[in-house]
């Protein structure tokens, strides 16, 4: 288990040394290469072999996983460097159509803090946003395929309608299939993004889809942000859909700690 920041309680009575030891102890704020290293794909995961699919999701102490429909009023700066390192990290980061509208989704950019370690990797400068989409109702104007430095990919069926596939190529994405009929098989998912060599996958959610990919037990490892608040209300949870039979058991790997927020990592046991 690794511990980035230091678990202190500021409000209890101590002496001056411990106060002096506290102080020598304050957590600092970590390089975006030492998170690179904390949060590294395993190494069996490169272009072409296996792959890796990772979720990052943010909750309140509640289970609220957005507030007045988004996550950002539940995160915090701390949440955002990992949020940026995970993407630096990326060969492709796998959003739902509904997330990409509610969140208005950007291009992945390119950033020098990772330039040495993509190329390195074999990767583009930024990685690829992939959108899954059964009805393909996207607007094909908005940045994320006007503006893109990798090209945007959208993940449908085989069923979908043929004037939607052409309209999101005409637009310049790369419309990728994974499922027989109208709606994606989120089983299928990683396995067609690897065949274009994606194999380093981060998804983004939303709730429905990381509950599909919970249901299809494709998920490899979830990296949980759990926010000091309470909003109370009916948001969304950070997976939803249909309740699995059997609760799918992952374990702690990490755990980051500043200012009351837990940066947690869990790997499929």
Not at 56 to 61: D, P
Not at 111 to 124: H, V, W
Not at 156 to 185: C, H, L, M, N, P
Not at 255 to 260: D, K, T, W, Y
Request: glycine share 8%; charged share 20%; aromatic share 6%.
């Amino acid at each position: 288990m690794r511990r980035l920041f230091p678990v202190t309680d500021q409000t209890a009575d101590t002496s001056t040394a411990e106060v002096e030891a506290r102080k020598a102890a304050e957590p600092r704020e970590w390089g975006l290469d030492e998170l690179a290293d904390a949060y590294a794909y395993p190494s069996g995961v490169v272009a072409g072999r296996a792959t890796w699919l990772r979720a990052n999701m943010v909750s309140t102490l509640d289970g609220a996983a957005q507030h007045d429909g988004r996550s950002q009023p539940i995160s915090n700066d701390t949440d955002m460097r990992i949020f940026g390192t995970l993407r630096g990290l990326a060969d492709a980061v796998i959003v739902g159509a509904e997330t990409v509208r509610l969140e208005g989704y950007r291009p992945a950019r390119a950033r020098a803090a990772f330039a040495e370690r993509r190329a390195a990797a074999g990767q583009t400068p930024a990685p690829a946003i992939a959108i899954v989409s059964a009805s393909l109702d996207l607007d094909f104007s908005l940045p994320l395929f006007t503006e893109p430095l990798t090209p945007t990919l959208v993940v449908t069926g085989a069923a979908a309608s043929a004037d939607k596939i052409a309209a999101a190529e005409q637009a310049g994405a790369v419309v990728v299939i994974a499922g027989e009929g109208a709606t994606v098989d989120p089983a299928r998912v990683a396995p067609a993004l690897a065949e274009r060599g994606l194999t380093r996958l981060l998804t983004e959610g939303g709730p429905r889809l990381l509950g599909q990919f919970v249901a299809a037990k494709a998920l490899d490892e979830l990296c949980l942000t759990v926010s000091p608040m309470l909003t109370a209300g009916d948001a969304q949870r950070i997976a939803g859909g249909h309740a699995l039979a059997t609760p799918d058991q992952f374990v702690l790997t990490s755990v980051l700690e500043e200012a009351g927020f837990l940066f947690t990592r869990y790997r499929r046991s």
